[in-house]
């Protein structure tokens, strides 16, 4: 079989250790810190499933949340190559992983909720700068064999800066605030928003305060990795 020859010419190297042929080696991955125990959104106590204790719950606020990693180390290294670098292949070689255990989580929240699934958008022009929404992307890796609804219900009118650079939590929650518009047709009980990568939260958390604004009951969110 003869290889390609954009991988002669731009051959791919694994960004934590520099290993030829793809851009996160088996090795590296393995050494990327996995999230063991599904933990309370709020509190970031063990709960069951990932769902919010009930002394932790808030009106507008997010019901569950799962997350894969914890974003340091070799896998912010990556994303940022993906996000900031336009690097498409690099985070697709992040969702190319086996992820059994997540699957069973998110299996017992469909069971259980039946919600549809929205990735959290991006502005037009920060799509545009970027070529992909990485949000779409874990959507269409992890859910598109599964019976998840998917639905388009939310816009992004404000193009916000970079979350990650404003270091202030309420800053963000400012920074953040009335950055979507609720578009969809019909509203479901429940909704999985599926974003990349959660630090403070501030992004999910205006989703959700849009969302029951317009009448959905349960919000939950999953990312890829969580700070």
């Avoid at 549809?116 to 920060?126: A, E, G, K, N, Y």
Wanted: a positive charge.
């Amino acid at each position: 079989m003869e290889t390609p020859i954009l991988e002669l010419l731009f051959p791919r190297f694994c960004v934590g250790c520099g290993y030829v042929g793809t851009y996160v080696c088996p090795s590296c991955e393995s050494k990327m810190k996995k999230i063991q125990t599904p933990c309370c959104f709020y509190c970031g106590k063990p709960s069951f499933l990932g769902l919010t204790h009930p002394n932790c719950r808030r009106r507008e606020g997010i019901d569950g949340h799962l997350s894969l990693y914890l974003y340091d180390g070799i896998f912010k290294k990556a994303l940022q190559e993906s996000k900031y670098k336009g690097a498409y292949a690099v985070f697709a070689t992040l969702l190319a992983f086996p992820q059994q255990n997540i699957f069973q989580y998110l299996d017992e929240w469909n069971s259980l909720f039946n919600p549809s699934i929205i990735s959290v958008p991006l502005h037009p022009q920060r799509v545009r700068e970027r070529g992909f929404n990485q949000s779409d992307i874990i959507v269409e890796q992890y859910f598109n064999n599964k019976r998840f609804l998917k639905a388009s219900l939310l816009k992004r009118t404000i193009n916000t800066d970079h979350l990650a650079n404003i270091g202030d939590k309420n800053k963000r929650k400012q920074h953040i605030r009335s950055a979507f518009t609720f578009v969809g047709k019909n509203v479901p009980r429940a909704v999985l928003l599926v974003d990349d990568v959660m630090t403070s939260g501030s992004t999910v958390l205006e989703c959700s305060k849009t969302l029951k604004k317009s009448g959905v009951q349960i919000v939950l969110a999953f990312s890829l990795a969580k700070g």
